[in-house]
């Protein structure tokens, strides 16, 4: 049951490809969905930026990363893809709440089709860890 849940779960990050904006995107926005996570990122860098400088900072906020992903549990496969689009999808995000930019029409209502559909997956994949 296990290994069906993983193989799950790997088929849909593998599904997430890097040049798939809407669910790179969604997927982010499904791990930074609450709002005391989305500043505690803000306050942490600009915290860090001004006590280290930008380029401490920027090494211990990749380090930070490496450990609390390897922490979570992801494949290793996914960091190259996480390190290219990460940035652009912070952008992407700053610039779609506050000025409600979207790439193209439909974009936003798009991702959140999508977004939903990974915390359905997710809450379902919790469940049957539950249950076993």
């Known amino acids: 049951m296990a290994a069906a849940a993983a193989a799950k779960t790997t088929t849909r990050r593998r599904r997430r490809g890097v040049l798939d904006l809407e669910a790179q995107f969604a997927f982010f926005r499904s791990q930074h969905r609450h709002p005391v996570n989305a500043a505690a990122h803000a306050l942490l860098a600009r915290a860090l930026a001004a006590r280290l400088g930008f380029a401490l900072a920027w090494k211990a906020a990749l380090a930070t990363q490496l450990f609390c992903w390897t922490w979570q549990g992801p494949a290793v496969g996914d960091l190259p893809e996480v ?32 977004m939903e559909a990974i915390l359905r997956e997710n809450r379902e994949e919790l469940k049957q860890r539950k249950a076993t």
């Not at 689009?85 to 991702?111: A, D, R, T």
Request: proline share 9%; hydrophobic share 40%; net charge positive.
């Open 83 to 114: 390190f290219l689009m990460e940035p652009f999808l912070i952008l992407l995000q700053i610039l779609n709440k506050q000025f409600g930019y979207e790439p193209y029409p439909g974009f936003s209502k798009n991702v959140d089709k999508k």
